[in-house]
């Protein structure tokens, strides 16, 4: 697996990165490689590969169809 060296890092950007790898849990080389991810975005999905994803979710949904009046219920249950 490729390595990467980062130079003249600041202070700050370093203790920023420090800090929100504590909060995440994760070790300073994993947070950073979340955040270089993060910043190049993720690879767009095919409207073909969209299709075929939906489809394989359609068939395995088990559940019962959703009305409009189901989902309103649902949207205030609980509240005042």
Known sequence: MPTLTIKNLPPATYERLKDSAQSNRRSLNSELIVCIERALGTRRATPEEVRQRAA???????????????????KRAGRP
Do not use: F, N
């Open 56 to 74: 394989e979710l359609r068939a395995g949904w088990q559940g019962a169809a959703l009305t409009m009046d189901a989902i309103d219920q649902a």
